[in-house]
């Protein structure tokens, strides 16, 4: 039986390299002072917004700077946690970040309050005579879209005061993930014993080929989230009554609507994703469920076999190196300035690839302002680990990019648009590698990479924003949330969603409790708006070339200048009709077909 490793025991070349960001803690901890007397500078602008446009820009820029000093700061400290949140240390600075935080949001709260008080037209007439303005366009149209929202300044002063309250169910449930869940060593049929964590059982364990690894390791990991059950659940049900309790104290019209303020996008994009992607799509998973079952010669299917291989034979090994070369060619279709940047976040130690204990499960990439992209992501040499390199590169790329081009202000679009240049990088991997071979076997086993990213957003994160939908519905309307309401919220989803496809245990409707997601507002549908909009994307670039992938580039640089629909308007996609949610559909479905044919 193999163990993990200490963060300590991992070799230095797998793990990123922070100095770019501080080079020691202690100059971490100068950063951290800094951020503090930039906040002692601010109130000097309190009760002046008004005085002039030159006063009102000037403030302005010294927010802008104390948020880049306060971004770094607190990259350091999220970076530091990711890579061991059972570290007490990452922990301590984890806290002081989110108390920074707090303190940082009190006393900056003044300048939404002072704005969104302004007389009608005096805004107008500022931006008018001074040009400096521009560059803040986004953020003043933002704030005086929260004028029928805003509760006052001594109430706004308040709630930013309470901010690492009000964001204490994600920093629990983090911290719980990290250090507390513990899963029990497991035997398969062999008589082999595994260890097992969060990060071995999504990255190895769930899509083993042999299926007595599969369900004593899925047994495992249930009991292990069994023994938080209650606390989960609590700790959910926290998170949906702060959020029904700020949408009704800012007067909006249901949580929905109060959490996709700052998405951008209609309502009617939120429930098209929602509803299309669920009452189409479900008939192309039940198909490729079935061919699972037949080809695997399954007994049932659970949901620990949904990632089961389809040919287990088949089954090369993507070593890190090779792996790079790979992603580096497929990204070579959208130029030298883009590849380039890929290419130094593989070179340089930006990635982090170990496994050690304590480390955040899944993948990430973050972009603090002024410095470069950080990937994390735990590599197990598997081809799903290439396109999900792929993946985060996308991310990579894009706010590299914008970066470059767009300050602070301006840097992120509204969430909708984040995960678009992430699955296009996908979708780039897998043409790419169906242009270079024609072999039979590779060429199945990318469809089924392709297919495992569709079933990430079309089903697991799709049907985790329509559990939240039943929930913040149940919570508004007076109901209980429990553990046992969400298992059975989640049962109820699963089972209508799959049919009598897949048997649907007590381990799947707990898996409530494997994502973060839920504690980030409405963040899950938005992998479903990202994908619709790269499967798009991509169909034009296949089209026009480069031409297509010019308007790309543009985007990614646009940061968040545009509204997410804008942004796309501009590369030639149009999310404001339900078309290319059907049109992406339809070609999970042409991908089914194929995969079944290959094995007729």
């Known amino acids: 039986m193999s163990t993990r490793l200490a963060r300590h025991q991992v070799a230095i070349d797998t793990t990123w390299d922070l100095t770019d960001l501080y080079p020691d803690d202690a100059t971490w901890e100068a950063g951290f002072r800094a951020v503090d007397d930039a906040l002692q500078a601010l109130p000097a602008w309190q009760g002046r917004l008004a005085e002039g446009a030159g006063t009102l820009l000037a403030c302005l820029e010294a927010l802008d700077a104390a948020q880049v000093l306060l971004v770094r700061v607190s990259s350091y400290a999220r970076l530091r946690n990711a890579q061991d949140g ?13 108390a920074l935080h707090a303190r940082f949001d009190a006393a900056t709260s003044f300048v939404e309050s002072e704005i969104v008080a302004f007389p009608d037209g005096l805004l107008e007439r500022y931006q008018a005579t001074e040009p400096g303005l521009a560059a803040f366009a986004v953020l003043l149209s933002d704030l005086l879209a929260q004028r029928p929202h805003h509760l006052g300044a001594d109430a706004e002063r308040v709630l930013a005061a309470l901010g690492e309250v009000l964001d204490a169910p994600l920093a629990v449930y983090s ?26 059982y999504e990255s190895a364990y769930e899509s083993h080929a042999d299926a007595s690894v599969r369900r004593a390791a899925w047994a495992s990991f249930s009991a292990g989230l069994k023994a938080h059950h209650q606390t989960s659940g609590a700790l959910f049900a926290t998170e949906v009554s702060k959020n029904v309790a700020l949408a009704r104290l800012r007067r909006f019209e249901s949580t929905e609507s109060y959490l996709l303020q700052w998405h951008k996008v209609p309502l009617s994009v939120y429930r098209d994703i929602l509803e299309i992607i669920q009452s189409e799509g479900a008939a192309h998973m039940r198909r490729l469920a079935r061919l699972r079952r037949r080809v695997l010669g399954l007994d049932r299917l659970l949901m620990c076999d949904l990632k089961a291989p389809l ?56 972009s603090p302002y002024g410095v470069h992209p950080y990937i994390l992501i735990t590599w197990s040499d598997t081809m799903r680990n290439v396109f999900t390199l792929a993946h985060e590169l996308g991310h990579g790329g894009h706010f590299g990019l914008a970066m470059q081009h767009q300050r602070l202000a301006n840097l992120r679009p509204a969430m909708p648009f984040i995960e678009a240049p992430s699955t296009l990088n996908e979708t780039l991997l897998a043409q790419h590698l169906f242009a ?19 079933h ?35 049962g109820g989803i699963l089972q209508r969603y799959w049919g009598d496809t897949v048997e649907i245990d007590d381990g799947a409707r707990m898996t409530w409790m494997r994502q973060p997601h839920y504690y980030m507002g409405l963040y899950p549908y938005t992998y479903s708006v990202g994908l619709v909009a790269s499967t798009a994307m991509a169909q034009r670039i296949r089209d026009e070339g480069a031409p297509a992938v010019q308007r790309w580039l543009e985007v990614l640089k646009a940061g968040g200048t545009m509204p997410p629909l804008e942004l796309l308007r501009h590369a030639g996609v149009d999310l404001s009709t339900p078309q290319p949610i059907h049109d992406a559909v339809a070609y999970v479905g042409r991908l089914v077909d194929e995969l079944e044919a290959s094995f007729d």
């Open 311 to 366: 040919d287990p034979a088949y089954h090369p090994r993507m070593g890190w190196d090779e792996s790079c070369a790979l992603v580096l060619d497929a990204l070579a279709v959208m130029g030298p300035e883009y590849v380039d940047l890929a290419r130094r976040t593989l070179e340089r130690r930006w990635v982090d690839r170990a496994d050690n204990i304590g480390k955040s499960s899944g993948a990430f990439c973050a």
């Open 175 to 200: 911290r719980a993930k990290a250090g507390d869940f513990r899963f029990e060593p497991f035997t398969d049929e062999a008589g082999q014993v595994y260890v097992n964590s969060v990060n071995a």
């Open 456 to 490: 990430h957003n079309f089903v697991t994160h799709l049907l985790e924003a329509e559990l939240q939908r039943q929930v913040y519905a149940r919570a508004e309307a007076g109901g209980s949330i429990t553990a046992a309401v969400l298992d059975d919220m989640k």
């Open 436 to 454: 270079r071979s024609t072999d039979r076997r590779l060429r199945r086993s990318v469809i089924l990479q392709v297919l495992g990213t569709y």
């Open 86 to 98: 059972s570290d007490a240390a990452n922990q301590a600075a984890m806290a002081r970040v989110a």
